[in-house]
């Protein structure tokens, strides 16, 4: 394991910039234990203070654990800190891989929800359309509910529990785009489609449509 010094910004952000990048690429592993403090400041060349900086960020995304006389280690990585390790590309390319990430996730959904959902299931995705219409303020929080929801109708933990797991990048990419202008009541529309096709049990219908819902999200990122 090799660290490069840091010579011109000597700053926290940097230490934990290589660090990813060494878990990324499998130098770092879940498990194991970092340099001591000590180790780590000759290492980067930077202070203490910005080490013990770097290890409260770490921390702080669940990437490390730090124990007060046990030194710090890598943790088991979820999904939920895969997305914070790889935060470092840009804002719109993680934007696009939380897109994709959903169309592989959100159509498997909707097959599912066919055979899954009960009246009372469709009755609460309706619930949740009517809230986007009547409080366009909570429009945002309506949409991930609606999209928790059919994750949980799906009756599969996995899935549900990925979909959670990647409720802060989604809030960040609604924050993007559902006030764009028509977006929204674009969005109701989508959705009441997608919801049709299931309560009638057209796996086809309700695939077509929710491939269409994730293809004008990011037809509409790629403008702004």
Do not use: C
């Amino acid at each position: 394991m090799k660290f490069e010094e840091i010579t011109v910004e000597k700053i926290p952000q940097n230490i934990v910039a290589q660090i990813r990048k060494s878990l990324i690429n499998g130098e770092l592993k879940p498990g194991q234990s970092l340099p001591s403090e000590v180790k780590l400041a000759e290492m980067f060349g930077v202070s203490r203070s910005s080490i013990r900086d770097a290890m409260q960020i770490l921390e702080s995304t669940g990437i490390v654990n730090r124990r007060k006389r046990g030194g710090t280690t890598i943790r088991q990585i979820s999904v939920e800190d895969m997305v914070n390790i790889y935060l470092p590309k840009s804002e719109k390319e993680n934007l696009f891989d939380l897109l994709e990430t959903r169309e592989i996730l959100e159509i498997a959904l909707v097959r599912l929800a066919i055979d899954r959902a009960s009246e009372k299931d469709l009755e609460e995705l309706e619930n949740l359309i009517v809230w986007m219409e009547e409080k366009p303020d909570k429009a945002a929080e309506a949409d991930i509910a609606f999209h928790l929801t059919l994750a949980r109708i799906s009756q599969n933990e996995v899935i549900l529990n990925i979909i959670k797991s990647l409720k802060e990048i989604m809030n960040r990419l609604q924050e993007k785009t559902i006030y764009y202008p028509g977006r929204l009541e674009n969005i109701i529309s989508e959705h009441r489609q997608i919801v049709s096709a299931i309560g009638n049990k057209d796996e086809e219908s309700a695939v077509e449509h929710m491939k269409f819902h994730l293809a004008q999200i990011k037809k509409l990122l790629r403008k702004i």
